[in-house]
């Protein structure tokens, strides 16, 4: 009886004892499901707060927010709760308790909490973390850079430490989610090395991912648009991820990665019908401020015109609800669809006016861009964005930004100009890029032309700055030492000034660096040469040898970067030969992975080069690869939709033409009546000049057709018909040029005008065409692609071709009319009698 006693009171000892030890506090938090309930507990036992008590209450204060919509979300209401204020007091007095995971995880969500990084709780946090940041696991140290790019310390020391812990450690990394995290944070500072290993590491681990985890190919996909590298054998894999997990995305989550795939230029035709197909769905869910401006955003600009109407009626509702930068964002969408809608447009504005005082100089440059390229009629709204431009401008330090208002500024008219923005673009004009200086010098020559003074003299003002801006470009272009570098700045520019000014000293320098062009930069460098239109035959052949000897590392789409310079500035050599039998070989056995519209383009190009792999041809005239054509056609912006379609129309021609072996039909009959119908191309001086003097030397404008449509649809200048004893036979009707009503002269064409005649025996057709400068590279009378695709055509036609350059007719030795008529003899007749 007596053991009995003691055993019972052990027992009782031993269960409260139990109770006394158990965390009652942490119990009382684990079970809150509000914030109230969290600040009661916190305001209840403020004494008895431990560091876990801490950790847990502020964990769960932020778990709350993160697990309701944006919209719902009372992070502010939070913040400024009073027992919010005791938790960071008692966080801060106890970061040296706190363990690693601990540290981080506080620092991660008080700065998601929106505490200030000023604030001397994070400054602590972040000091500590510093001090153990040698130590951190791989989970801490990559959530520990995302609250360093929560307070914009992506270039900081602190940064670059990371930077160097990732290198070292990277094979140990074998969680995807904690790599690509890291690798967006540290993007900026990632050398080429380190960046190809992170890509390489980051293709390894997706293959090993859950395929249901879209938001790290997405982190991937943000990495490369941060490095500006389309990486292409990584953009891919991670897009066949994001395809299958496209039909539970939200318009957020959407629009996000339709963003970054413009920013890389990367299309996706299989995509961009998912994503069209899964915004249409949610059209009817959406119907809060936020989730409706994100669909709008993504949808509007590849949808139908049934359905972006009823969007924009949406919008019209909703306006008055849009927040300013919802507003802003709804904005450039009506931009980019160029709506109509004046209702929308000034509900819009509208709200945006209202909102002026908070937008960043980024934004109201943006703002005042779209309004103008929608021409939008409010004086007083255009006033006021002026003057907020001419302010930021005139206070802002940053190059990229100065250049951006100045350029916007100029868009807008202007009674006179601020002595202050030309003073603050003449302050910046030494810090700034190619580019940069490239769109300043456009504006200078806008303000030069808009100037009242000018039509006296050019205002030293102007000159001086012209000539600043000469200088740098010089400087920049000679002490470039990069090629990689130079071609980011080059990438884009184009206009007068850089053909005038730059043009031959930025080929100098790409000469110099010759020995730099690998297999990486060969897409940007032949884009670039094909936009300039500069024929440059060393830079070519060190082109081609490059791709010919790593055409296997070239992913197969960037052949027709690589190949474009080649067809359309016709450069024929025994390199350029093996070139494209290289890039036939790459590209053949991935046909059908290609975007159709960039696969139609490829073709295109191959077939101005005068060739025709028949893989090719049968790929794109199947009529499944039709049918995806006209789906994908649908999603695109107008001007590649159009650009598209008029290709594979030239590529059909030029295939019935010259492979008839294929027995391709001609279909695009009825597109190019439409083309003739709407065009309405004028004439230029010097071939009403041609025509007239045709005439005389045939002996009278009977003789003479002017814009003569051919089979498949080529027109030609003028067409003339000699018999077989080269004397010229007159049509049965005159070709007149017709006068416009508003004065300009137009060809007077008609289908029944055109109508081919039978040829006499022994007779043939003569074309005669005008070349003007488009027809030659910008640098040489090298005379590109088209001109002798064109010219090849015409042959196959029956029509003897005789071109006549823009530089020999109007050159000093043809300068009188006798000389002009003596010029059109020699050609027509002798090319006549040396044929036969």
Sequence with gaps: MFRFRCVNSFLRRLLHGGAVNRDQVLEQLRVCSAEDQVFDVVGKNKAKLTVDHVSKAVGMLWQFQKEKPQMLRTVELTRSHPQFLSLRVLAENKISLMNDFMLVDMLYSFLRLNVDPHDSLVQHLVSEAWLRIDRFPMASLSKFSICLSDQHLQHSPLMGHITSIVDQRLSSIDDVRILTTLMISMSSLASPRLRDALISRADLLLDT?????????????QFLRNIKHSYRPLLEKCNNIILCNIPR???????IIMGLYQSLQFNNCDFRLAVKQRLTELIDSSIDPFSFTKLFVALSPMASQEIRDGLENTALLLADELSAHQALAVAEALEAIQSRNLSLLNKIAS??????????????????QALFLLQYQNPELFNKLRNILVNFLQRSVF??????????LSTLPSPRLDEGVISRVDAVVTQC????????AYVVAKWVRNDPSYRHNTPSKYVRLLQTLNRCGHERLQTADRLDLLMEELKYISGEWFEEMLVEETMVTLKRMMDQINWTNVPDLTLFLTRINHLCPPLMDRIASVAIKDIDKIHHSATYATLLPFSVLNYDSVQADKLYDVCIQRFTPHISSFDPHLLVLLAYSLSVADRFPEELVREIFSIDFLGKLDAQLETLPDALNMRTRLRLMEFNRAVCLECPEFQVPWFHERYCQQLQKNGNATVSPVQQQIHKMLGEVLGGIYCVRVAVVTPYFYTVDFECILDKHQQPLPYSEPSTLQISDRGKVHWGTSSEENIRDELPPGAQRVAVDFLDSKSFCKNSHHMKGEAMMRKRHLEILGYRVIQIPHFEWNSMELSTPDAWKEYLKKNIFRELSSSS
Excluded: C, F, G
């Design 433 to 440: 890029n190619l580019s940069d200086l490239n769109t300043i």
């Design 351 to 368: 709200v945006i006016q209202t909102n002026l005082h908070v937008y960043k100089p980024v934004e109201v440059a943006r703002i005042t």
């Design 209 to 221: 991912m859950d395929p249901s985890n879209y938001n790290s190919p997405r982190r991937m996909v």
């Design 399 to 408: 190059p990229y930004e100065v250049t951006m208002l100045t350029r916007v």
């Design 249 to 255: 995305m939200d318009a957020e989550n959407l629009s």
